[in-house]
């Protein structure tokens, strides 16, 4: 399984893995838009972001979800039917939805963050199952 590990401790919280993921998806520098999020918790910096656990392809009623031969769990917008019902089975609640938008979003373990993350909070790692 592929997936992008986190490192809490390591992290500085200075955004760039966020600014980094909203640009390459959204064309767009905004927080909210990230597949991957750093939270100011009460001892530094907490990230959320997606484990490929799999609950939300197993609610989605139009197939639109599945998981890639790397175990990473993939989006195909066009069988979406926007129900989000994926978002509300998120166990870890990193299943995003932006108003507006049709398609929910999540981390599917590119790595383009963990490449530019100045204090190596974020890496992506293959395990075998």
């Keep these: 399984m592929k997936y992008l590990k986190t490192y809490d401790d390591k992290c ?22 990230s ?13 959320r972001v997606c484990n490929q656990c799999g609950n939300c392809v197993e609610v989605c009623p ?4 599945t998981i890639n031969k790397q175990g990473v769990i993939m989006l195909n ?5 926007g129900c989000l019902a994926c978002v509300s089975a998120c166990p ?22 963990a490449k530019e993350c100045p204090a190596d909070a974020l890496e992506i790692v293959t395990e075998e199952n």
């Design 92 to 113: 870890i609640s990193v299943m995003w939805h932006n108003p507006g938008e049709l398609n929910p979003f999540k981390c599917i373990a590119c790595g383009a963050c």
């Design 77 to 81: 917008k066009s069988r979406c039917i």
């Design 12 to 33: 500085i919280g200075c955004g760039t893995c966020m600014s980094v993921c909203s640009q390459l998806y959204f064309k767009e520098d905004n927080p909210e838009k």
């Design 35 to 47: 597949r991957v999020r750093v939270i100011d918790a009460d001892e530094g910096f907490h990230i």
């Design 62 to 65: 139009a197939d639109a979800l």
